[in-house]
């Protein structure tokens, strides 16, 4: 009998027989908050990540439709904002592109046709709008605290978005930091760096970092004041020791000499 932890989650699993009658690893009725309902979606991205391929497009989009339909269901069971649910299904649908558009699976170029953020939103900027919307979800702090968690998961399975261009190390802190947010916000922990600005007003404070160039100049300038420093310092010190030996070293005196021009 297959245990819950090596069950496949729904959304790769062919439709039942049967005889073949498993639970899901994680009940919709066990769910208290929106991470928990995307319980079977992370998974499935899961599987994704360490290239468990889907076979085909159309199959897989039905598959992650229905799931996204039993998500909306279940989230309104719980009385989720409907503005919540909507920007949940928005960060999964943005993961789920991103990880196939990045894959090597025979179903990309039928997924590059018609990628979820467009069939399902209208979008085809997801990765820069992921994070503009994260931005205005932390201003509003606890009171969106269970969608800013489904975008933190996000992060944590690998969505880039813009930052793949751009290099992960702001990427990185911001993950860091919303994880630290995260925490305090549900009180789990003391406020991460408390003398700083509130999360409600921190906007990727890595954009400010100095540079390269800028530092460079810096280095320059130091090396060539400390070049001219040395070099003064060394011509003094030669002065110095040689000022004693001035009567000893004297050029041998010269011969008078008279020019007398005959007319």
């Given at each position: 009998m297959?245990?819950?932890a090596?069950t496949?989650?729904?959304?790769?699993?062919?439709?039942?027989g049967?005889?073949?009658?498993?639970?899901?690893p994680?009940?919709?009725?066990?769910?208290?908050?929106?991470?928990?309902?995307?319980?079977?979606?992370?998974?499935?991205?899961?599987?994704?990540?360490n290239?468990?391929?889907?076979?085909?497009?159309?199959?897989?989009?039905?598959?992650?439709?229905?799931f996204?339909?039993?998500f909306e269901?279940?989230?309104?069971?719980?009385h989720?904002a409907a503005e919540d649910?909507?920007?949940?299904?928005?960060a999964?649908?943005?993961?789920?592109?991103e990880t196939v558009?990045?894959?090597?699976?025979?179903i990309?170029?039928?997924?590059?046709?018609?990628?979820?953020?467009?069939?399902f939103?209208?979008?085809?900027?997801?990765?820069?709008?992921f994070f503009?919307?994260?931005?205005?979800?932390?201003?509003?702090?606890?009171?969106?605290?269970?969608v800013?968690?489904?975008?933190?998961?996000?992060?944590?399975?690998?969505?880039?978005g813009?930052?793949?261009?751009e290099?992960?190390?702001?990427?990185?802190?911001l993950?860091?930091?919303?994880?630290?947010?995260?925490?305090?916000l549900?009180?789990?922990?003391?406020?991460?760096?408390?003398?700083?600005?509130?999360?409600?007003?921190?906007?990727?404070?890595?954009?400010n970092?100095?540079?390269?160039?800028v530092m460079g100049?810096?280095?320059?300038?130091?090396g060539?004041?400390?070049?001219?420093?040395l070099?003064?310092?060394?011509?003094?010190s030669t002065?110095?020791?040689?000022?004693?030996?001035?009567q000893?070293v004297?050029?041998?005196?010269?011969?008078?000499?008279?020019?007398?021009?005959?007319p």
């Amino acid at each position: 009998m297959s245990t819950p932890a090596s069950t496949p989650p729904s959304l790769f699993r062919p439709a039942p027989g049967p005889a073949t009658v498993a639970p899901p690893p994680h009940s919709p009725a066990d769910a208290r908050t929106l991470l928990d309902l995307m319980y079977d979606g992370f998974y499935m991205l899961f599987l994704l990540k360490n290239k468990h391929a889907p076979a085909d497009a159309d199959t897989f989009r039905d598959k992650v439709k229905t799931f996204l339909r039993e998500f909306e269901r279940e989230a309104d069971r719980l009385h989720v904002a409907a503005e919540d649910i909507y920007l949940s299904k928005y960060a999964f649908c943005a993961l789920v592109d991103e990880t196939v558009l990045t894959s090597s699976f025979r179903i990309r170029e039928a997924w590059e046709r018609q990628p979820l953020q467009v069939q399902f939103f209208g979008d085809q900027l997801a990765g820069e709008n992921f994070f503009q919307r994260l931005e205005e979800l932390r201003r509003h702090g606890a009171a969106r605290v269970q969608v800013l968690e489904v975008f933190h998961m996000c992060l944590l399975l690998g969505f880039q978005g813009k930052y793949l261009l751009e290099g992960t190390e702001k990427l990185n802190y911001l993950t860091a930091r919303l994880g630290d947010e995260i925490a305090h916000l549900k009180g789990r922990r003391a406020a991460f760096a408390p003398h700083w600005a509130p999360p409600d007003r921190i906007s990727h404070a890595l954009k400010n970092e100095v540079p390269l160039w800028v530092m460079g100049g810096v280095f320059a300038l130091l090396g060539l004041a400390a070049f001219l420093g040395l070099r003064w310092s060394l011509d003094h010190s030669t002065r110095s020791q040689l000022a004693g030996y001035q009567q000893l070293v004297r050029l041998p005196p010269q011969s008078a000499h008279l020019t007398i021009t005959l007319p």
